[in-house]
Each structure stands twice: as C-alpha cells, then as structure tokens.
C-alpha cells in the first residue's frame, strides 16, 4: 500500500519501542499504515493514576493489542497485574516498578499504554514523533484534581472533571 500524499507528509514511524526501567519489559508498537496515526492520547490526573504513577499527571496513548510485540506481556517474569477496579488491570514491573499499561477485561480492543515508558529516541530525539504522541488529542480525564498553573496547563483534547462516560461530569473549556 503506497502512502497517499498527505501521509506522506505526517510523522508516522513504522514502529516505536519502550520498556521499563530495568530494562527487564521491552516493547515495539507497530504503527502501520491501517493503525491510527497519531494514535488516541489522553492524561489522567484521578487518584489511582496519581498513585499508581507517581506522576501528578499521567499521558497515555491507546493502542490494539495486535499493534504491540510481544503481547501479552505476561511472557515477562517481571510483568505482573494490580487489578485496580474489578476487570480493570494495571500492568508493572515488578523488579523497577515502571507503571506500563492499563487494560479492561471488559473492553479488550484497546488498551492504553503509559507513555513515560516509551523510550527517549521518540520522544525527545525524534521531536514530531514526541510531540504527537504527548499531546493529548482525546481528553484530560479528572481535572477536578488538577493543580492549578501546574497540571491544568497541558494543551490538546476535551477536559472532563472525571470521566467521559460516567455521567453527570461537566466538561470544562
Ligand atoms: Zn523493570
Ligand atoms: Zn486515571
């Protein structure tokens, strides 16, 4: 399939890679040209999140599990699951504790995957590549916490108190 001309011109790598910090999690995420580029990207600033991270705010980009290598990461001896909310599974290294990836029993198209553990290459060295990935083009889930000057000053997507989906939650500008 040959890359129409405004593809042509977008960031698209064919695959970025990640892992923990131990190094003991290794991943690529392919990004061929029938995945969604840039992918959807969100941040999270609820309070599992918050713990879970370590991170005030926490960016993740949504991917199919067949876009990642290897997947399940259950394949690593390191990689283990919390089961945070029931069905809802947060995914780490045991040996460094890097937070990876958030996944739902009950929606398994997708699983979102947190982006501090992409490696620099792409998010630094590869400018375009960073910035489209860390700029969230979906929402910004739970500014109700946000710090204000602080957390609330990320640009991109629709800001939501909480959730999108759990009725009742105003949306904010
Ligand atoms: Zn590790
Ligand atoms: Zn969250």
Excluded: H
Excluded at 129 to 136: E, Q, R, S, Y
């Amino acid at each position: 399939m040959s890359p129409s001309k405004s593809e042509s011109k977008s960031n698209r790598p064919a695959s970025i890679t990640g892992g923990c910090l131990c190094g003991s999690i290794r991943y690529t995420i392919n990004f061929s040209q029938d995945t969604k580029w840039p992918p959807e990207s969100a941040t999270c600033q609820c309070t599992m999140c918050r713990k879970w991270t370590s991170s005030l705010l926490a960016p993740f980009i949504v991917v199919r599990p067949s876009q990642l290598t290897p997947y399940p990461f259950t394949k690593f001896l390191t990689y283990t699951e919390y089961e945070s909310s029931r069905n809802r599974f947060r995914g780490f290294c045991t040996k460094c504790g890097s937070s990876l990836i958030w996944r739902s029993d009950d929606q398994k198209e997708t699983l979102d995957l947190f982006l501090g553990t992409v490696d620099e290459k792409w998010l630094v060295q590869e400018k375009d590549v960073g910035k489209d990935l860390a700029t969230p083009n979906q929402f910004q889930f739970w500014c109700e916490n946000a710090i204000e000057g602080v957390t609330d000053v990320v640009r991109g997507g629709r800001k939501f108190l909480k959730e999108e989906d759990e009725g009742g939650e105003r949306e904010l500008k």
